[in-house]
């Protein structure tokens, strides 16, 4: 049984062991949460380049310590030149996930950062940017091991990313996947990252590291321009919560997806007759996911195409009557159209205050669009690949207009005043590891260590015999397997616990008694939790 590792008045948990020592440095220099994930977030993106970067996306969850919830969305709007025309043009039916049509979308993670940090500033902090970015910048100088989890982790059309110029030279060693320890260094990445900290965030899209990347995506024909670059903004939004009997969740709102990961802890608290770790708990949170991403994929989009509001899909009068259509006694139908595919990090952070932040950043698949920008060394991300080419699709591509977004950090406040953080990485998926963690901690009484440590399933874009297949890590507990599998579930095993699949995840909770924080993060992952 693994041991949650618990700290005096503050943690912080990530999926790589440098970005959590960066968030402990920040935390011990006096920084606040909030400062201290702005810098976990700066270093994370350099030392993980297969998940995420400044290239990419990102959203927040913020509570202060009295209370007041605050959410920010750090997502790309589509270039003004990419229209659905631009691609049928060029004869595509879907965009594609690699190369410089890839590039669809501007990237927000480092906008959120900024305005992460007038919030922080506003709850008292008073750490320089420089200071912040002082590691990222210190990584990618000096350079910075290969994690295992980049030489292990698998993705979607890898022969296509290795031919994107300039993909090859930049992150593969002979050909291959760098081999785990690999020293790589970034040299202008970090020069980048130094004129940020210098010249303000800002500058990545009204300054000079802007006008360079302007520059770079004109030249491979990115339909982002300077000026989508210039009027970008991230945006505070009001984030959706769920009331479950103990607790009330919290989580963002479209183009977000977190709509989708309170649907099922909602509906599934309204189940009856469910243990613990048991074959019907497991089917409850599967069947709850099946409406979920039902009623995701029908409502969720950018915020300017919404046909409903998604709060109304959280009172407890449509809560019960999903619930009520869950059959606990045969697995429904359920088929994928799309892949599963999207690779993220979570990283939780807690002060001695209360203060406390759930954040999400990515490049969707791993290595994004595979597109480096070489004047600024920036990984530009694939998000637009979500967009659809059918114009009477509610997520159609639309110049300034959202795709449906996998990103969903998550927070939950209990009624005995524990707060809990919590994420995982994982695309569509992620709304399924989150209900499972969550549940397990919440419902089954497991420690932290435990609920983040135990196997998982995943609902899986493969068929067999016309029923979605419900695959499972490998040392899932068999009388779990045989119970499903009589529920009508196609269940496989996989021995992929280093692929990725199964997300890293996290969760720290400070309790209101002491101030102790418990705080963990995925072993799954190259990182773990530090803290004060």
């Known amino acids: 049984m693994p041991e949650t590792p618990v700290f005096s008045t503050a943690a912080v948990a990530a999926p790589h062991r440098l970005a959590a020592e960066t968030g402990q440095t920040v935390l011990a220099a006096g920084g606040n949460a909030v400062e201290a994930m702005v810098a976990m977030a700066a270093t994370i993106a350099v030392v993980y380049p297969h998940m995420n970067g400044l290239g990419g996306d990102g959203f927040w969850l913020v509570r202060e310590p009295k209370g007041r919830v605050h959410a920010l969305d750090a997502s790309g709007p589509a270039g003004a030149l990419a229209t659905i025309r631009r691609y049928r043009d060029k004869g595509y039916d879907a965009i594609p ?17 900024g305005l992460a940090l007038e919030l922080a500033k506003a709850l008292g902090g008073t750490l320089p940017v420089d200071l912040l970015l002082g590691d990222a910048v210190r990584f990618a100088r000096d350079g910075y091991p290969v994690s295992r989890s980049e030489q292990w982790f698998k993705t979607s059309e890898e022969a296509a990313l290795y031919e994107v110029p300039g993909f090859a030279e930049a992150f593969l060693v002979e050909g291959k996947r760098a081999p785990e320890g690999t020293q790589r260094r970034t040299p202008r990445l970090a020069d980048t990252l130094e004129q940020l900290a210098h010249a303000g965030l800002g500058d990545f899209y009204r300054g000079d590291v802007g006008r360079e990347i302007a520059l770079d995506l004109e030249r491979i024909g990115s339909p982002v321009t300077r000026k989508d670059l210039e009027t970008y903004r991230a945006r505070v939004v009001e984030p959706l919560s769920v009331r479950l009997n103990r607790a009330t969740i919290y989580n ?3 183009p977000s997806q977190g709509l989708a990961t309170l649907l099922i802890l909602g509906m599934v608290e309204r189940l009856k007759g469910l243990g613990g770790e048991t074959p019907e708990r497991h089917h409850g949170l599967i069947e709850a996911a099946k409406r979920a991403f039902s009623i995701r994929d029908r409502v969720v989009s950018d915020p300017r195409n919404l046909a409903h509001d998604p709060a109304s899909f959280l009172t407890p009068q449509v809560l019960e009557r999903e619930a009520a259509l869950i059959d606990m006694k045969r697995a429904a139908p359920f088929p994928l159209p799309r892949p599963i595919d999207g690779d993220t990090i979570w990283m939780g952070a807690i002060d ?30 694939n998000r637009g690949t979500a967009f659809s080419l059918d114009p009477a699709s509610r ?30 990485m994982g695309g569509e998926t992620q709304p ?7 549940t397990r901690y919440a419902d089954c009484g497991m420690g932290l260590a435990d609920a983040v440590e135990a196997p998982r399933w995943l609902l899986d874009a493969r068929m067999r015999g016309g029923e979605a297949v419900l695959t499972v890590e490998s040392h899932f507990d068999p009388g779990l397997i045989r119970g499903l599998s009589r529920l009508g579930h196609a269940v496989e095993e996989t021995e992929e616990a280093s692929s990725g699949r199964f997300g890293h995840a996290g969760l720290l909770v400070k309790h209101p008694r002491n101030g102790r924080v418990e705080a963990v993060h995925d072993p799954r992952s190259d990182g773990g939790s530090l803290g004060l």
């Open 97 to 113: 996930p690699r190369g410089p049509d890839a590039t669809v979308t501007v990237a927000g993670a480092v906008a959120g950062w």
């Open 252 to 254: 963002l709102p479209p």
């Open 352 to 381: 001695r205050d209360g203060l406390a932040v759930s954040y999400i950043q990515s490049v969707f698949w791993a290595y994004g669009s595979g597109c480096l920008l070489p004047a600024t060394g920036i990984l530009w991300h």
């Open 395 to 424: 997520n159609r591509l639309e110049p300034g207009h959202r795709p449906l977004h996998s990103l969903n950090p998550a927070m939950a406040v209990f009624d005995d005043g524990r707060l809990l953080s919590f994420g995982a």
């Open 432 to 438: 399924q590891f989150l209900s499972q963690i969550f």
